[in-house]
């Protein structure tokens, strides 16, 4: 998984002699010790690069097959108002999937090899993506509980020490800023609505709750690479700290909505001044991560076709960059 190219890869700094490797390494961290961005042309270990390829890609992937869920309600958006919000922000996930897609071609690796690995169904994306959008309250739940897990994320992203990752994570995540207050926008909206409406938004909160919690990964005895990439500056904060930090903000908006978070086990810890949560169905997890969520076929069915769709287009522009290319060469 994630290989395919990969092992071309880093080939310079995997085939130095181990001293220079072990002098590079040293000089390597202390650039990142001391919050120095490590920029495409630097020297960096290939593990580095690998983890960064993993995660950025696995990041574009999730912001592409993000717009699908919400992309399902654009036609039938209950207001014309909220139909253009709702195609900005979907046109929004696209553009953060063009910014992360670039980010990882900086570190050597083919867009196209990406996609490819994503059609293939041998790339992860964000478990969350793999759940029905029933109902309109969904597009909301969606704002508020994913784009908000999404910022809880990304923030600390901003000063992941590959710069650009780093910066590709700040202009995301203003534009995630807003896509949480539509979310919640729309929450408000139902839940001061009538009895139906307010019903509608408790149960988009049933659905959408505990998957927003697996959003931040595997907990941290079990993430694989939470310390080395801890290390490394790419994380900044551990899976469990930021889903704590999630649940923390996000109950007091639930009880300003009106709405019950569905955990019997919810309660606030006075001493420890944070909400203890219950515990999270790792085998719900692990089984979407499988492919076999609720959604996972009709998502890689989804992104097929669009890409088949889409063949025309990607030849046209080939086909325009060539007419671009030889004329300014006939002309030179
Ligand atoms: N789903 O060792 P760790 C969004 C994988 S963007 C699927 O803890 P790591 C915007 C993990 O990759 C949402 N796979 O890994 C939006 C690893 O895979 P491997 C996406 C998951 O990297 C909103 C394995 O499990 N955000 O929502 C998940 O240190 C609304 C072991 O895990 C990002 O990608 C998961 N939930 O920490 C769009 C942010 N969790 O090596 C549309 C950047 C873990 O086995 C609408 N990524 N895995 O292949 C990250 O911050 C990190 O990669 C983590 C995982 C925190 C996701």
Redesign the pocket.
């Known amino acids: 998984?994630?290989t395919q190219g990969l092992d071309q890869l880093g080939r310079s700094e995997l085939h130095v002699p181990t001293a220079e490797t072990a002098a590079l390494e040293q000089g390597f961290l202390a650039r990142v010790d001391r919050e120095e961005k490590i920029e495409p042309k630097d020297w960096m270990p290939a593990a580095y690069r690998q983890?960064l390829i993993?995660?950025?890609s696995?990041?574009a992937h999730?912001?592409i097959?993000?717009?699908l869920?919400?992309g399902n309600w654009i036609t039938r958006a209950p207001t014309l108002k909220r139909k253009a919000v709702l195609i900005a922000?979907?046109q929004d996930?696209g553009g953060?999937g063009a910014y992360l897609y670039s980010a990882a071609e900086t570190l050597g690796v083919a867009r196209s090899d990406l996609i490819d690995q994503l059609l293939a169904g041998t790339?992860?994306?964000?478990?969350?993506?793999n759940y029905p959008t029933v109902s309109w309250a969904d597009v909301g739940a969606?704002?508020w509980l994913?784009?908000g897990?999404?910022i809880m994320?990304?923030i600390p992203?901003c000063r992941c020490s590959y710069g650009p990752y780093a910066r590709a994570m700040v202009r995301?995540c203003k534009e995630?800023s807003f896509?949480q207050r539509q979310g919640f926008e729309i929450m408000l909206t139902l839940a001061r609505g009538t009895r139906e409406q307010r019903a509608m938004a408790q149960a988009a909160l049933d659905r959408w709750w505990w998957p927003s919690l697996?959003?931040?990964?595997?907990s941290?005895v079990?993430?694989?690479?939470?310390a080395?990439?801890t290390r490394w500056k790419?994380?900044r904060v551990s899976?469990d700290d930021?889903r704590q930090k999630f649940v923390d903000v996000t109950v007091p908006q639930a009880d300003f909505l009106g709405l019950k978070v569905p955990d019997p086990d919810l309660a606030w810890d006075a001493a420890g001044q944070h909400y203890r949560f219950g515990t999270i169905d790792w085998t719900e997890?692990n089984e979407?991560?499988k492919g076999n969520g609720p959604c996972n076929h009709e998502r890689l069915a989804a992104r097929r076709r669009a890409h088949e769709e889409g063949a025309w287009v990607r030849e046209a522009a080939l086909a325009y960059a060539d007419k671009q290319r030889n004329r300014q060469a006939s002309a030179a």
């Open positions: 998984m994630y983890t993993r995660q950025i696995q990041h999730s912001e097959v993000g717009m869920p919400e922000k979907v996930e953060h790339a992860k994306y964000s478990s969350i993506f969606i704002g994913v784009d897990a999404a994320n990304q992203l995301i995630e896509h697996m959003m931040f990964g595997p941290d079990d993430s694989k690479h939470g080395q990439s790419i994380k899976n930021l997890f979407v991560l």
